[in-house]
């Protein structure tokens, strides 16, 4: 059997590599002079940094499995910086209150010390413990259901940036059931959502804002996420042919089964000329872009941040939307000479910092983190990466949509396979899955 793998990010590398372990013949295309995809270290200074996620859910065992099976479990690493995160409003630094799950407060005293939430906003949140059902179907977003349950201010200054974060989404739009499940499952479990999640603490695992010290909520590498892919590589390259800087414009002939890991739209492209179904399915998913700068900091200029980082809330009007103290995040960062910080921007149908230019970005998101922090000065150095795009959009009907493009797919080209994070799961383990998943499919299909 013969199979071409298009794409060569974390969801391509991980088929290939169980496909190749089970004797089968892959080819790897890889459009970029690079593999990896959003999964890449690059230069800051003199040290190599996480260009994009930097760590992935410890609590979800495809990664770390993944990260064990190559090899890499020595290499697992976990945050060490004393507070998890805080959030900004209005002039102050709030620490993310204890038992807070994907913004939502389970604790409300320990809501009310943390003083980012005013008085009525705790009373509006409380009444979600009282309030009659609110309808949800798949449909839902997270914004309407939430701003039904908790109100707007918890759901504007906790849960927008928690969950619009993750994936750079608009919580107007995003879908609950395929975009906040967690949150979807709590809903569907008790008419109070803030019920629903405190009768599933003990299932779910820590989360971030509600984990013991000695629960790590998420998991790094030793010398960046770089690691994994430079795992898989190494796992295949010897039994697979892998081709870089390979475009695409059609299908490969002479394959038994093509798997396509790209980014939806790209995939779209590709189904156009075999499967219109499919692709007009797939062409739907929005996706939204991202420009970060990571700078260098003299240590004498700044405190530091005694926290992985800053969430910022899209009602402070800033073009920042977090930033990552990746130096106080992760031993391997910390440095007796530098503060070393990454800066993010951009949101769905926000792309003022994807059409910025290179200083202009800079400025800009410098004059944030003035604002949120304190004044860095001129950066040691720079790095600017921008993700155009890059992340797809869970919104109302996603899980309707994928369903219709698989079954598509099936009916008509049984031997096209489309896997990555456009479709059923945000994230890197729920990215590995999928991608297994596929390549289980195709070994046990024989042919």
């Known amino acids: 059997m013969k199979v071409a793998v298009i794409g060569g990010g974390l969801a391509g590398l991980t088929a290939a590599y169980d496909l190749t372990s089970a004797g089968i013949d892959v ?24 260009a994009g996620p930097d760590n992935f859910l410890a609590r979800v065992e495809d990664a770390t499995s993944l990260c064990v099976e190559l090899g890499l ?17 209005s002039g102050r630094l709030h620490q993310l209150p204890v038992g807070t799950v994907l913004g939502v407060p389970t604790d409300f005293e320990a809501l009310s010390r943390s003083g980012l939430i005013s008085t ?119 039994r697979a042919e892998l081709r870089l800087g390979c475009e695409l414009s059609a299908m490969p002939d002479g394959f038994d089964h093509v798997v396509i890991a790209t980014q939806a739209h790209a995939a779209a492209r590709l189904l156009g000329a075999v499967n219109d179904a499919a692709a007009t399915h797939i062409a739907g998913i929005g996706h939204a872009s991202v420009a970060q700068i990571t700078i260098e900091i003299p240590i004498e200029r700044i405190d530091p941040l005694d926290a992985s980082g800053i969430l910022v809330p ?27 910080v990454r800066m993010t921007s951009g949101r769905y149908r926000d792309d003022r910092a994807i059409d910025m230019s290179d200083s202009e970005l800079t400025d800009r998101l410098l004059a944030d983190f003035t604002a949120v922090y304190a004044d860095p000065g001129r950066p040691t150095s720079v790095r600017i990466v921008r993700w155009p795009l890059a992340f797809p959009q869970y919104e109302p009907g996603h899980g309707e949509r994928v369903d219709a493009t698989m079954a598509a797919l099936e009916s008509r080209t049984p031997n096209l396979h489309v896997i990555g994070n456009s479709y059923r799961g945000i994230g890197i383990p729920a990215t590995i899955r999928m991608a297994r998943e596929a390549a289980a499919l195709i070994v046990g299909s024989g042919a």
């Open 120 to 238: 009525e906003g705790i009373q509006r949140a409380r009444q979600d413990l009282s309030l009659p059902t609110t309808p949800l179907d798949e449909r839902t977003t997270v914004a309407r259901y939430c701003r039904a349950r908790l109100g707007d201010e918890v759901t504007d200054v906790l849960i927008d940036p928690m969950v619009g974060g993750i994936n750079a989404s608009s919580i107007e739009e995003l879908s609950m059931a395929d975009g906040a499940r967690q949150l979807y499952d709590a809903a569907k479990r008790s008419p109070s959502l803030i019920a629903g999640l405190r009768s599933a603490r003990a299932t779910v695992g820590p989360t971030l804002g509600s984990a013991a010290a000695n629960q790590p909520v998420f998991h790094g590498l030793a010398g960046g996420m770089g690691t994994l892919v430079e795992g898989l590589v190494g796992a295949i390259e010897n």
């Open 314 to 340: 899209r009602t402070e009007g800033l073009l920042m939307t977090a930033c990552t103290w990746f130096s106080t995040k992760w031993a391997q960062y910390a440095s007796d000479n530098t503060h070393l």
């Open 73 to 89: 479990g020595d290499k697992l690493t976990v945050p060490v910086s004393p507070v998890p995160t805080y959030v900004y409003r």
């Open 27 to 50: 080819t790897v295309f890889e459009a970029s002079d690079r593999w990896g995809g959003k999964i890449h270290s690059a230069p800051v200074g003199d040290r190599m940094v996480d």
